[in-house]
């Protein structure tokens, strides 16, 4: 059984889901055996794998959008400017920071 605690601080994505799917297997196993704190245990590992995931989610699209609104701001000034390669950089971490 564990005593998984999901890491709110630093989350990750692939840590969440990995303890995510072992909470569910081991709820299955507690079902399956009739184990009462087997089912409880894959419960609360399954609910704290989800919590991360979502935080390192979250985490994630809040980075993106200071990319995006830093690559924005770039890409503006580049062009008032005349400095092509500013704005094509400016352009460049503001797409670069759309995608999740």
């Given at each position: 059984?564990?005593?998984?605690?999901?890491?709110?601080?630093?989350?990750?994505?692939?840590?969440?889901?990995?303890?995510?799917?072992k909470?569910?297997?081991?709820?299955?196993?507690?079902?399956?055996?009739?184990?009462?704190?087997?089912?409880?245990?894959?419960?609360?590992?399954?609910?704290?794998?989800?919590?991360?995931?979502?935080?390192?989610?979250?985490?994630?699209?809040?980075?993106?959008?200071?990319?995006?609104?830093?690559?924005?701001?770039?890409?503006?000034?580049?062009?008032?400017?005349?400095?092509?390669?500013q704005?094509?950089?400016?352009?460049?971490?503001?797409?670069?920071?759309?995608r999740?």
């Amino acid at each position: 059984m564990s005593n998984y605690q999901a890491n709110l601080d630093q989350p990750n994505k692939t840590t969440g889901q990995y303890h995510s799917l072992k909470g569910t297997a081991v709820e299955t196993i507690g079902d399956l055996t009739g184990a009462q704190s087997w089912r409880q245990s894959g419960r609360d590992e399954h609910a704290q794998g989800e919590a991360e995931y979502d935080a390192a989610q979250a985490k994630q699209y809040v980075e993106g959008a200071a990319d995006r609104v830093a690559g924005k701001a770039d890409a503006v000034v580049g062009a008032i400017t005349g400095d092509r390669q500013q704005e094509l950089s400016g352009k460049h971490l503001q797409f670069s920071g759309a995608r999740l």
